[in-house]
């Protein structure tokens, strides 16, 4: 099992900046990808941006060069710098982990509130 943990997330103004933190724990083996996904009232979850153990990134349409995934593989950690936030950034934002093993299963975080609003 893993758990995941959100942190960062709060009240930014359109421009602005934020860092999400995700810490991963429990049986942290075997993790190929790291991610953010979003979900915004009445709207699909979708996917904001994923990285892999080697470092290969992918970012959505809306948020690619604006936003930055990390990753440190020693710490069990992914971060996301969020830049020139938009009102349209506004969502919950989900860590995910999907680990390869038997079967590929997907780990969800509870989710940290994003508002970005003047």
């Known amino acids: 099992q893993v758990q995941l943990v959100e942190s960062g997330g709060g009240l930014v103004q359109p421009g602005g900046s934020l860092r999400l933190s995700c810490a991963a724990s429990?049986?942290?083996?075997?993790?190929?990808?790291m991610g953010w996904y979003r979900q915004a009232p009445g709207k699909q979850r979708e996917l904001v941006a994923t990285?892999?153990?080697?470092?290969?990134?992918n970012y959505a349409d809306s948020v690619r060069g604006r936003f930055t995934i990390s990753r440190d593989n020693a710490k069990n950690t992914v971060s996301l710098q969020m830049n020139s936030l938009k009102p349209e950034d506004t969502a919950v934002y989900y860590c995910?982990?999907?680990?390869?093993?038997?079967?590929?299963?997907?780990?969800w975080g509870q989710g940290t509130q994003v508002t970005v609003s003047s």
């Open positions: 995910n982990a999907k680990q390869r093993r038997i079967a590929e299963v997907s780990y």
């Open positions: 429990g049986t942290v083996f075997s993790i190929n990808v």
């Open positions: 990285i892999t153990s080697g470092g290969s990134t």
